[in-house]
């Protein structure tokens, strides 16, 4: 079908013309790390486009930084008493090996059918809890946690909560309000999210005694002083990191319109493609607008999906695999039963999405999965005129 493969996910950022406009003060400066001012303009400008009156975020060198620095910040490192940090399997290995760089053995839960996070009633009701150091939630592919109940969760078992929310930066944009002043919210800033800065990450709280917490925990556990107080380690962002996300801020709009474009074709594909597909298609503004997603109606048609796919030469991804508990290097952590996170490892299929992928492309990729499911798609409802 294509004369060269097409990759499941095709990243572009800034032009180096667009950086180099914020770089080309950095020698008169000779200011290039530790929280420069760069940054301090990344964090104000992302600040007011989440909607807050005051600054919000703590920028850090990748998501995988801001969420080490999330746990360390509020529950600290793991303790005899406490050694599980709760979390889904169903997620980046990302999130289960900052749980273990501070101390924690991760134990993993399943997640719920609907939303395919964790059921905060379920975590409270959990016999291990009271050996629970740190409940990490994860916002897969963007859809975020309900953070009035995980803020009633923290309440209730006492356990400190931090939300993985990765790909989540459209989610918060759209709803500020899940901003919380209990619970830190982790973005990744990684090249292949809707919003980057090549690779980075953020920390989003409104608790301003939290937010100097992070830049502690980043900063080789110093704040204001070459005294090392806390547990820490260096994950600030370079001021060349926050060039790139500066320049992407310049052209978000633009680019949040392309994506919303594609998701919009790719809906409009399935819905006049004529073919009867079992399954559901994801796209935003209900997930990261990264991500285009098909839940084929068993494993059997998701395998025979990937192989057409490839055979096609399109890419595809199974982005949580079948779950954390099945990689090797977690195979003695604890675990709970895992019927969902098998059920959708096996089923939950990543098409590809660049926003620049073209109608035609997307005609061609849904061409090959009506042909492959063969009975019809049921897609998620698109709002109407809304990104």
């Known amino acids: 079908m294509n004369a060269q ?3 499941v996910c095709n990243p572009l950022l800034p032009e180096a013309a667009a950086i180099f406009e914020y770089l080309k003060t950095l020698n008169q400066a000779r200011w290039y790390t530790n929280r420069g001012t760069l940054q301090a303009s990344l964090e104000e400008r992302l600040s007011m486009l989440f909607g807050a009156d005051h600054n919000v975020v703590v920028a850090t060198a990748s998501g995988s930084a801001a969420l080490e620095a999330s746990i360390l910040a509020t529950a600290g490192t793991a303790t005899p008493d406490k050694p599980y940090a709760f979390l889904p399997s169903y997620t980046f290995a990302a999130t289960a ?3 273990e760089r501070c101390g924690y053995t991760p134990y993993f839960l399943d997640v719920d059918p609907e939303t395919w996070s964790l059921d905060p009633d379920m975590i409270a009701r959990h016999p291990k809890i009271i050996n629970a150091g740190v409940i990490i939630v994860v916002a897969p592919y963007g859809r975020m946690p309900d953070m009035v109940a995980l803020e009633t969760l923290y309440k209730k078992t006492g356990v400190a909560v931090v939300v993985d929310a990765a790909a989540a930066f459209e989610q918060v944009v759209a709803a ?7 619970i830190p919210v982790c973005l990744s800033f990684h ?14 709280w409104s608790d301003q005694i939290g937010r100097e917490s992070i830049v502690q925990a980043t900063n080789f556990g110093f704040l204001n002083s070459r005294e090392c107080r806390s547990a820490g380690f260096n994950g600030k962002m370079s001021e060349y990191s926050a060039a790139v996300g500066l320049a992407m801020l310049d052209m978000l709009e633009e680019r949040r319109q392309e994506y919303f474009e594609v998701s919009h074709t790719y809906r409009q594909a399935f819905a006049s493609s004529g073919a009867n597909s079992s399954g559901q298609f994801f796209a935003s503004p209900e997930i990261s607008s990264a991500y285009a997603l098909i839940l084929a109606r068993d494993s059997i048609v998701a395998a025979e999906l990937c192989v057409e796919l490839q055979v096609s030469q399109f890419g595809w991804r199974r982005w949580y695999e079948s779950g ?7 195979l003695d952590c604890p675990r709970d039963a895992m ?22 492309k997307i005609a061609q990729i849904v061409d090959v999965v009506a042909a492959t499911c063969e009975t019809e798609v049921a897609f998620v409802a698109e709002q109407a005129g809304g990104r």
Do not use: Q
């Open 5 to 7: 493969f097409h990759k």
């Open 97 to 99: 090996l900052a749980a």
């Open 176 to 182: 500020p309000g899940c901003i919380s002043a209990t």
């Open 191 to 204: 090249a292949t999210k809707t919003f980057s800065t090549g690779e980075g990450g953020a920390v989003l």
């Open 324 to 330: 954390l508990h099945n990689m090797a290097h977690f």
């Open 339 to 360: 019927a969902v996170t098998t059920d959708l490892g096996d089923r939950l299929i990543g098409l590809p999405m660049a926003h620049d992928l073209s109608e035609d």
